[in-house]
């Protein structure tokens, strides 16, 4: 019995989650999660108590698939650059897949939430180090195989990359000059050529 509620849950928060994915936090009203989560307002809170812990909820269901994604592509078996490109690849398929423009939630996030939110804007931080600790580790592992200079700083470079899917991200949101976004790309990673 426990199983059909768990996957109920996962659609319900799949449901908002891309319902605040599109509209963001604050045009998303408790209409529009009812409607997209077919709940009834008292049922939304007694599951979740209110607008607030179902975003919060939804982001770190979000996030929870990203990052496992990420480490698929990361740590896959190619070379360690061989997965860092892969990883841009996969975003360019993303990003010429995405004809709503929704771009990345938690990028959406902290462009919308003021950073008065302690909360929501630490949440957002400790996941996106999560990702930024993954990128390390691989560069790490390049600089160990030979394919990364030894002198170069794994952790600046995973911070730039980083600041680079950020940057990505708010201008596939405003362009839609999908080769200009595969220059910017190259132009990244020519950071890591030997």
């Known amino acids: 019995m426990a199983r059909p509620q768990e996957f109920e849950h996962d659609e319900v928060l799949n449901n908002a989650m891309q319902l605040f994915w599109r509209k963001g936090y604050a045009a998303t009203s408790i209409k529009d999660l009812t409607e997209v989560t077919h709940l009834q307002p008292g049922s939304l809170y007694g599951v979740f108590k209110?607008?607030?812990?179902?975003?919060?909820?939804?982001?770190?269901?979000?996030?929870?698939?990203?990052?496992?994604?990420?480490?698929?592509?990361?740590h896959s078996d190619q070379a360690p650059l061989e997965r860092i490109y892969s990883f841009f690849d996969y975003f360019i398929t993303q990003a010429e897949n995405d004809t709503d423009r929704k771009s990345c939630l938690l990028v959406n996030t902290l462009l919308e939430i003021p950073s008065e939110?302690?909360?929501?804007?630490?949440?957002?931080?400790?996941?996106?180090?999560?990702?930024?600790?993954?990128?390390?580790?691989?560069?790490?592992?390049?600089?160990?195989?030979?394919?990364?200079?030894?002198?170069?700083?794994?952790?600046?470079?995973?911070?730039?990359?980083?600041?680079?899917?950020?940057?990505?991200?708010v201008y596939n949101r405003m362009q839609v000059d999908q080769q200009g976004l595969k220059k910017i790309i190259k132009n990244l990673l020519f950071t890591l050529e030997k």
Do not use: H, P, T, W
């Open 50 to 74: 209110s607008k607030r812990c179902l975003f919060l909820q939804s982001l770190d269901f979000y996030f929870l698939n990203l990052y496992s994604l990420i480490n698929n592509i990361l």
């Open 117 to 169: 939110d302690k909360q929501i804007n630490r949440q957002v931080a400790e996941m996106f180090l999560k990702i930024e600790k993954e990128f390390s580790r691989v560069l790490v592992e390049a600089q160990e195989k030979g394919d990364l200079k030894k002198q170069a700083d794994a952790e600046a470079l995973a911070k730039m990359l980083m600041s680079g899917i950020f940057g990505l991200q």
